[in-house]
């Protein structure tokens, strides 16, 4: 057992979302998934800074959802 005291501040510099049905915030949201779903991404490598495309890829599913492609990302390979 501790004997400290916390003292957390209450956050003052990010807004506080309720997502209600029918809120702003959450009409927002789901126009983002939306939008986010509606396409496919290439996704890079950043090595040294830059973007670096492979010609291996791998498919990025949602975690609930495992039939639907996000898009995809470059796969490193080992050098040897």
Do not use: C
Request: glycine residues 6%.
């Amino acid at each position: 057992m501790t004997d400290a005291i916390f003292n957390v501040p209450y956050p003052v510099n990010e807004p506080i979302w309720n997502y209600a049905p029918g809120s702003p915030e959450k009409i927002a949201l789901k126009k983002a998934l939306a939008e986010a779903k509606a396409g496919q991404k290439d996704v890079p490598m950043y090595i040294g800074g830059k973007h670096v495309f492979s010609d291996e890829k791998k498919a990025m599913h949602p975690p609930h959802e495992r039939n639907h492609v996000l898009g995809q990302y470059s796969k490193a390979m080992r050098s040897t």
